[in-house]
């Protein structure tokens, strides 16, 4: 894991020092709301429904056990006694009092940690995926090379004032984890023909109201390139980008309105400008980052775990999680486990203190002091010997951790929607949790097999619905919440957005609607498919006509009943 260094240090602290003066001047009335509200976008702090949000940075969603430990303390002390991790790798608290912030951040420094640039239009936190340094598909770790975007992207002089909000997402393996052709910069480690290793650049991916899959401007780039590569695309987005509407102002829709090829020539143009040696990082700079990222000190161990294998056996709940949650280490002997935030009933992504401290303990004991946040609002433990599995999941079990549905129908990403979102036209939260209860039994979820739900109270889709295998959006018509719901989504290198099956409908009737397309999905498979491989081979027509009798049954039944 990265380290602070003095730079660091001191920044954050500054910061911080910078941002208790402004809010004493908003408390005193020195400072009007509109004044205010550019100071504390700068410190992550969002005005929300019913009160502050405060967003803090999890840059590329790696933690140990003493920020863990921290943010239970504060969630605690300052909030209702839980965060709630989100699509971004970050963590959000939603009942922060204005006073209290400038101490919350005080704390966040004492375990290197801050919220500058997880709001405004600027680079946001960049994100990777959950399985970075341990999976044994990926050509290298991704995480140096997004922390090396970290530290060129905060403050960046030229770019902390950007036309719109900036996302970049790295990976470093041929399956994509971290949904890098949905954002404005997604960047695959890969070969060229040499064996040199270099990056894919994709620009113009996102969701929100005008959903786009991100174009392949450079197929090749070499490493040592990247910073001045992605100065020149900034360039061109910060000065072409629109700036008279904000929901044009997204580089998708420079890259669409200008052309890919147009926007890749002036891209290139601009970066045969710049001159590269004073904008790429010096290799001992490089070398030092990456030595941060260094593999922990395994033991050397066989493949098989003879003891996780008996146990296994013996406990079926255990065998389920391991096989449901399991993720195949590059190290024998290991094993990386999801920690799904998904228990039957509960908010996605929600995480009491008392689980933060319990689960920091499993990671400080088990898995090297380090676990990630993942882009589906769960959590990962990187680093388990096999051998310590039964015990790592009884811990789990005793703090209500140890679902065994990650990547299931009930495994289920939502944003916080008009719970308590001030942009939110419908509630995401109470959908996503009758949809779980309805398939909560665990033998019928792993029958349904992958199906990845997502859920959004409203168009800027921070429940990412658009690249659900089901995607529900949740909008107001006629002073009703009413939700559209959508097939054939995909955030993986095959990335799709869904296709929407039909009219919306209201609230009550969306569990119903999902049992539909699931009986559908059954009823099309051939062998193993998964439901997103289903809908790949049919195209989404048999899940539409299955929705429309789905909804003629319920107006029949409606009209039998009056």
Same mark, same amino acid.
Request: contains cysteine; proline residues 5%; charged residues 30%.
């Given at each position: 894991?990265?380290?602070?260094?003095?730079?660091?240090?001191?920044?954050?602290?500054?910061?911080?020092?910078?941002?208790?003066?402004?809010?004493?001047?908003? @408390? $005193?009335?020195?400072?009007?709301?509109?004044?205010?509200?550019?100071?504390?976008?700068?410190?992550?702090?969002?005005?929300?429904?019913?009160?502050?949000?405060?967003?803090?940075?999890?840059?590329?969603?790696?933690?140990?056990?003493?920020?863990?430990?921290?943010?239970?303390?504060?969630?605690?002390? &300052? $909030? #209702?006694?839980?965060?709630?991790?989100?699509?971004?790798?970050?963590?959000?608290?939603?009942?922060?009092?204005? #006073?209290?912030?400038?101490?919350?951040?005080?704390? @966040?420094?004492?375990?290197?940690?801050?919220?500058?640039?997880?709001?405004?239009?600027?680079?946001?936190?960049?994100?990777?995926?959950?399985?970075?340094?341990?999976?044994?598909?990926?050509?290298?770790?991704?995480?140096?090379?997004?922390?090396?975007?970290?530290?060129?992207?905060?403050?960046?002089?030229?770019?902390?004032?950007?036309?719109?909000?900036?996302?970049?997402?790295?990976?470093?393996?041929?399956?994509?984890?971290?949904?890098?052709?949905?954002? $404005?910069?997604?960047?695959?480690?890969?070969?060229?023909?040499?064996?040199?290793?270099? &990056?894919?650049?994709?620009?113009?991916?996102?969701?929100?109201?005008?959903?786009?899959?991100?174009?392949?401007?450079?197929?090749?780039?070499?490493?040592?390139?990247?910073?001045?590569?992605?100065?020149?695309?900034?360039?061109?987005?910060?000065?072409?980008?629109?700036?008279?509407?904000?929901?044009?102002?997204?580089?998708?829709?420079?890259?669409?309105?200008?052309?890919?090829?147009?926007?890749?020539?002036?891209?290139?143009?601009? &970066?045969?400008?710049?001159?590269?040696?004073?904008?790429?990082?010096?290799?001992?700079?490089?070398?030092?980052?990456?030595?941060?990222?260094?593999?922990?000190?395994?033991?050397?161990?066989?493949?098989?775990?003879?003891? @996780?294998?008996?146990?296994?056996?013996?406990?079926?709940?255990?065998?389920?999680?391991?096989?449901?949650?399991?993720?195949?280490?590059?190290?024998?002997?290991?094993?990386?486990?999801?920690? %799904?935030? #998904?228990?039957?009933?509960?908010?996605?992504?929600?995480?009491?203190?008392?689980?933060?401290?319990?689960?920091?303990?499993?990671?400080?004991?088990?898995?090297?002091?380090?676990?990630?946040?993942?882009?589906?609002?769960?959590?990962?433990?990187?680093?388990?010997?096999?051998?310590?599995?039964?015990?790592?999941?009884?811990?789990?079990?005793?703090?209500?951790?140890?679902?065994?549905?990650?990547?299931?129908?009930?495994?289920?990403?939502?944003?916080?929607?008009? $719970? &308590?979102?001030?942009?939110?036209?419908?509630?995401?939260?109470?959908?996503?949790?009758?949809?779980?209860?309805?398939?909560?039994?665990?033998?019928?979820?792993?029958?349904?097999?992958?199906?990845?739900?997502?859920?959004?109270?409203?168009?800027?889709?921070?429940?990412?619905?658009?690249?659900?295998?089901?995607?529900?959006?949740?909008?107001?018509?006629?002073?009703?919440?009413?939700?559209?719901?959508?097939?054939?989504?995909?955030?993986?290198?095959?990335?799709?957005?869904?296709?929407?099956?039909?009219?919306?409908?209201?609230?009550?009737?969306?569990?119903? %609607?999902?049992?539909?397309?699931?009986?559908?999905?059954?009823?099309?498979?051939?062998?193993?498919?998964?439901?997103?491989?289903?809908?790949?081979?049919?195209?989404?027509?048999?899940?539409?006509?299955?929705?429309?009798?789905?909804?003629? %049954?319920? %107006?029949?039944?409606?009209?039998?009943?009056?």
């Amino acid at each position: 894991m990265y380290r602070y260094d003095e730079f660091d240090e001191r920044f954050v602290r500054e910061r911080v020092a910078q941002f208790r003066g402004q809010v004493e001047r908003r @408390l $005193d009335g020195s400072l009007t709301e509109d004044e205010f509200k550019p100071l504390r976008l700068k410190n992550g702090l969002y005005l929300q429904l019913h009160a502050y949000m405060l967003r803090i940075a999890v840059p590329y969603g790696t933690l140990n056990s003493r920020q863990l430990r921290q943010l239970a303390h504060i969630a605690e002390t &300052y $909030d #209702k006694g839980y965060g709630h991790f989100t699509t971004r790798q970050n963590l959000q608290f939603n009942w922060p009092k204005l #006073k209290d912030v400038p101490d919350i951040l005080d704390l @966040l420094a004492d375990v290197e940690m801050h919220c500058i640039q997880t709001s405004g239009n600027c680079i946001r936190n960049v994100t990777s995926d959950q399985f970075a340094g341990v999976a044994r598909d990926e050509v290298e770790d991704p995480r140096p090379t997004a922390e090396l975007l970290r530290q060129w992207s905060s403050l960046h002089p030229e770019f902390v004032w950007l036309p719109r909000k900036f996302k970049i997402a790295v990976t470093g393996a041929e399956h994509d984890r971290a949904a890098i052709k949905v954002h $404005d910069i997604g960047l695959k480690l890969k070969t060229d023909d040499t064996g040199e290793v270099g &990056y894919e650049v994709i620009v113009g991916g996102g969701l929100g109201r005008t959903p786009m899959i991100g174009k392949v401007i450079r197929e090749f780039l070499p490493k040592d390139e990247l910073l001045a590569y992605l100065e020149a695309v900034m360039r061109v987005y910060n000065s072409e980008g629109r700036r008279d509407n904000k929901y044009k102002a997204r580089v998708k829709i420079l890259v669409h309105e200008t052309g890919e090829d147009e926007f890749r020539a002036r891209v290139e143009e601009e &970066y045969s400008k710049l001159d590269g040696p004073t904008i790429n990082a010096p290799e001992e700079e490089v070398e030092r980052i990456a030595a941060y990222f260094a593999s922990p000190a395994y033991e050397t161990l066989p493949e098989v775990s003879e003891a @996780l294998d008996d146990a296994r056996a013996r406990d079926g709940a255990l065998d389920r999680f391991v096989e449901q949650n399991g993720f195949t280490h590059k190290q024998p002997g290991y094993i990386a486990l999801t920690i %799904a935030l #998904k228990e039957i009933g509960a908010v996605p992504g929600d995480m009491s203190a008392d689980q933060m401290r319990a689960f920091a303990d499993i990671a400080e004991r088990y898995s090297f002091d380090e676990f990630r946040v993942t882009h589906s609002q769960n959590l990962v433990l990187p680093h388990v010997k096999k051998d310590d599995v039964p015990a790592v999941f009884a811990a789990l079990k005793a703090v209500g951790l140890a679902s065994a549905n990650a990547g299931l129908i009930t495994d289920i990403i939502a944003c916080p929607g008009l $719970d &308590y979102c001030a942009l939110a036209t419908a509630k995401s939260i109470p959908i996503a949790q009758d949809i779980a209860k309805t398939f909560a039994d665990e033998a019928r979820q792993k029958a349904i097999g992958p199906l990845p739900i997502k859920i959004s109270g409203c168009i800027n889709a921070c429940g990412h619905h658009h690249v659900g295998a089901i995607g529900i959006l949740g909008l107001e018509k006629g002073g009703r919440e009413n939700y559209q719901i959508t097939v054939g989504g995909d955030a993986s290198e095959h990335a799709a957005l869904g296709e929407r099956l039909g009219p919306g409908i209201d609230a009550e009737d969306v569990p119903a %609607a999902i049992e539909a397309i699931v009986a559908t999905y059954l009823g099309e498979k051939r062998g193993e498919e998964t439901f997103i491989e289903t809908v790949r081979r049919t195209g989404p027509e048999p899940f539409k006509a299955g929705f429309t009798a789905f909804i003629e %049954a319920r %107006a029949a039944a409606s009209e039998a009943a009056e």
